[in-house]
């Protein structure tokens, strides 16, 4: 492999993580305050878990994208990747910076439902990269969860 195809892999495997380290630390830095302020559904983890969290699932986010890639990715594979991690960056934004829960809450589902689709695409083309996104789809879902227990606990 090429040090320029090396690098591009690099690239694609770190690519997640630095993106929501952007949205987090420039966006929405005062994300845990807020988290602390509102009143949680159940089961919601303390505030110090989030960035933890999804620091491992950018990562193994970036490895599955790496991983198909070198299979040479149909575009729907690359749009649907790329819309699940709009929709990713998206939410801690319309959630924390402009505070619309609800819009937060669509959102959410939308993100689930593009991993969904993300993660069926890169288990076919290549199996260990659709099994790096099952942990993904499960904390989508009790994302999905947090949201919405959220917004119905604090609306107005």
Not at 42 to 67: D, E, K, N, Q, R
Request: glycine share 6%.
């Amino acid at each position: 492999m090429s040090k320029c195809k090396k690098f591009e892999q690099f690239v694609r495997g770190i690519g997640p993580l630095l993106g929501g380290q952007v949205v987090s630390r420039v966006i929405v830095r005062h994300a845990r305050d807020d988290y602390e302020e509102t009143k949680t559904p159940p089961y919601s983890p303390p505030g110090y878990v989030f960035p933890i969290v999804w620091s491992v699932l950018y990562t193994s986010m970036g490895i599955a994208h790496a991983c198909v890639s070198n299979k040479k990715p149909s575009r729907f594979m690359f749009i649907t990747y790329m819309t699940q991690l709009a929709f990713n960056y998206a939410w801690a934004i319309i959630y924390f910076k402009f505070k619309w829960r609800g819009i937060a809450v669509i959102n959410s589902f939308l993100l689930l439902g593009a991993v969904i689709v993300t993660t069926v695409q890169f288990f076919k083309k290549h199996k260990v990269a659709g099994v790096l996104l099952f942990p993904y789809v499960a904390w989508c879902a009790f994302a999905s969860y947090l949201a919405t227990g959220n917004y119905l606990l604090n609306k107005a």
